[in-house]
């Protein structure tokens, strides 16, 4: 059976999205099966997985929600697949107010692929709204990205609270599990450095190393549509990468890649 692993940070820009994507890419490449679900209306991983322009795919994410035959997953590349995402899921509750047990949408849609995969990611918005909610009561793990300063380091707490939430209740996810806090975007300098040890202090065993080291040419293959292996296969950052999807991948396998 598969895992359900969500990313997420109440704040933008932090790196989530380019996070989740090297990661699935280093778990494929290690000859995982690796599912995307972008959860996100702008999009992003959508457009750093898929050869497809935003009007070629045949049915999104929020396609799914309002109809589950609509539930489409595209081969985005080897051991990669995904369900995209579009602008309009951002109107997803309003679209889904009258849904009954609408928080269980996204469980409702994995739970019969997930033996089908090794690793299914969940790219969550930047937000704590409905959409944040239905990832984390899928989920089987937790894993929170963030750039080392004040207002990310606000948004990951704001996450952990809302799973500390989930997890307490036992008719939503109580087995969902934190497996990972990692830095993104690092630049040496002593805010840096206080909020690495912050972090590190709080999020204790949850904490994962290396920290992620600022990297123009993460933003290059993203715009690019190329993976960060293959536009930078010896670069320090791609290294690191690597050294924590071995990392997280075994926490949430439990056994080594």
């Given at each position: 059976?598969?895992?359900?692993?969500?990313?997420?940070?109440?704040?933008?820009?932090?790196?989530?999205?380019?996070?989740?994507?090297?990661?699935?890419?280093?778990?494929?490449?290690?000859?995982?099966?690796?599912?995307?679900?972008?959860?996100?209306?702008?999009?992003?991983?959508?457009?750093?997985?898929?050869?497809?322009?935003?009007?070629?795919?045949?049915?999104?994410?929020?396609?799914?929600?309002?109809?589950?035959?609509?539930?489409?997953?595209?081969?985005?590349?080897?051991?990669?697949?995904?369900?995209?995402?579009?602008?309009?899921?951002?109107?997803?509750?309003?679209?889904?107010?009258?849904?009954?047990?609408?928080?269980?949408?996204?469980l409702d849609l994995l739970k019969p692929v997930k033996s089908k995969y090794d690793f299914i990611i969940i790219d969550c918005p930047p937000a704590l709204g409905l959409i944040t909610y239905n990832a984390l009561i899928a989920s089987d793990n937790l894993v929170m990205v963030a750039t080392p300063d004040g207002l990310a380091y606000q948004g990951m707490v704001m996450v952990a609270n809302l799973y500390a939430d989930v997890k307490s209740n036992p008719r939503l996810n109580p087995d969902l599990v934190l497996s990972g806090v990692i830095i993104s975007k690092y630049e040496r300098n002593k805010l840096s450095d206080m909020y690495v040890e912050k972090i590190k202090s709080e999020m204790g065993d949850a904490f994962i190393e290396p920290v992620l080291t600022k990297a123009t040419k993460i933003a290059q293959a993203g715009s690019f549509n190329q993976n960060i292996y293959d536009y930078d296969p010896s670069g320090k950052v791609t290294k690191q990468y690597l050294e924590i999807a071995k990392t997280l991948g075994k926490r949430v396998s439990g056994r080594k890649l």
């Open positions: 059976m598969g895992k359900i692993v969500c990313f997420a940070n109440n704040k933008g820009g932090v790196g989530k999205t380019t996070t989740a994507v090297a990661l699935g890419y280093a778990w494929a490449r290690m000859g995982k099966k690796v599912l995307f679900v972008d959860l996100d209306s702008q999009a992003n991983l959508t457009a750093m997985v898929s050869p497809l322009a935003p009007d070629e795919h045949e049915a999104s994410i929020r396609d799914a929600f309002l109809d589950k035959n609509q539930f489409k997953i595209e081969h985005a590349a080897d051991h990669v697949d995904l369900v995209p995402s579009e602008l309009s899921l951002s109107n997803f509750d309003r679209d889904t107010a009258s849904v009954t047990g609408r928080e269980y949408l996204l």
